[in-house]
Each structure stands twice: as structure tokens, then as C-alpha cells.
């Protein structure tokens, strides 16, 4: 019991720094270091980024959770950061926001070069608003 209780504070320990690691990497499947609009999509995914703003979790993001996912919304205008209205996400124009039509946008969003990939220096902006201080957790704190 004992060996077990200090194997598991190992893992908590071990854990911590892995929190902090950059997560774009991961999403790279190919390892071309390059991010495709599908790996972008499908790591944006993982990260829960949407989920965590879907608040009835019917899978849609309607325009209200949307609005409150965007809480600091004018800062983010001021800094022209912010990615669109509702209706340029809302690509099929039917009110809701499936997580597809989200990841897109976003992924266009970052893709500040418009190359179709995106690249490192753009994967650091990602980076950034996942951080513990980016503008993903800075939302859910509130
Ligand atoms: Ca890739
Ligand atoms: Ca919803
Ligand atoms: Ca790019």
C-alpha cells in the first residue's frame, strides 16, 4: 500500500510539468511540423476547447454560448485578435456552431499567412492562448 501511494504521488509530480508542454506537437500527425486544417481540427478537438464552451452539450455552440465564450470580447477586438461574429463562424448559416464550423475558424484565424498550414510561428500563437494564461483558460475562469 504504501509503494503505491508514492508510485501515484511520482505520477502527480511528473505529471505537473507535462501540463505546461507545448500540446501543438501532438496534433502534428504527419511530424512535418506543420499543422494541416485536419490535424489542426482534430487536436483543437482534443484540447476541449469547444466542449468546455457547449454548455447544454447538445454539440452545438448556440449564439448565446458563443457570446459567453467571448466574455473579454472588445479586449480581444481591441488587440484585433478576435476571430469573427457569430456569423462568420456559422459557415452553413443555420444558427449554431457544430465543432467543425468552429475548429475552421479558428484554424483560418491562425493561419495568419493564409499558406494552409500552419507553421511554427504561428503554432507559438496557439501555444500562447492554451497557456495557463491564454485566452482559452482565461475565458473558462470565468
Ligand atoms: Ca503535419
Ligand atoms: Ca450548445
Ligand atoms: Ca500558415
Known amino acids: 500500500m504504501k509503494t503505491l501511494k508514492l508510485t501515484m504521488a511520482a505520477l502527480a509530480v511528473t505529471a505537473a510539468p507535462a501540463m505546461a508542454q507545448m ?4 496534433w ?3 511530424g512535418d511540423t506543420l499543422l494541416s486544417q485536419d490535424e489542426f481540427n482534430v487536436g483543437f478537438s482534443q484540447a476541449g476547447i469547444f466542449g468546455g464552451y457547449d454548455r447544454d452539450a447538445d ?5 448565446q454560448e ?3 465564450s467571448f466574455v473579454e470580447i472588445e479586449n480581444y477586438r481591441d488587440e484585433g485578435y478576435l476571430p469573427g461574429d457569430f456569423a462568420d463562424f456559422d459557415a452553413d448559416a443555420d ?3 457544430s465543432e467543425d464550423e468552429y475548429n475552421t475558424s479558428w484554424f483560418s484565424e491562425y493561419d495568419v499567412d493564409g499558406s494552409g498550414v500552419l507553421e511554427e510561428e504561428e503554432r507559438m500563437v496557439i501555444e500562447n492562448d492554451l497557456s495557463q494564461e491564454g485566452f482559452f483558460n482565461r475565458e473558462r475562469d470565468i
Open 23 to 26: 500540446m501543438t506537437p501532438a
Open 28 to 30: 502534428d500527425g504527419d
Open 59 to 63: 454539440g452545438m455552440l448556440n449564439e
Open 66 to 68: 458563443y457570446a459567453d
Open 95 to 97: 444558427g449554431m456552431l
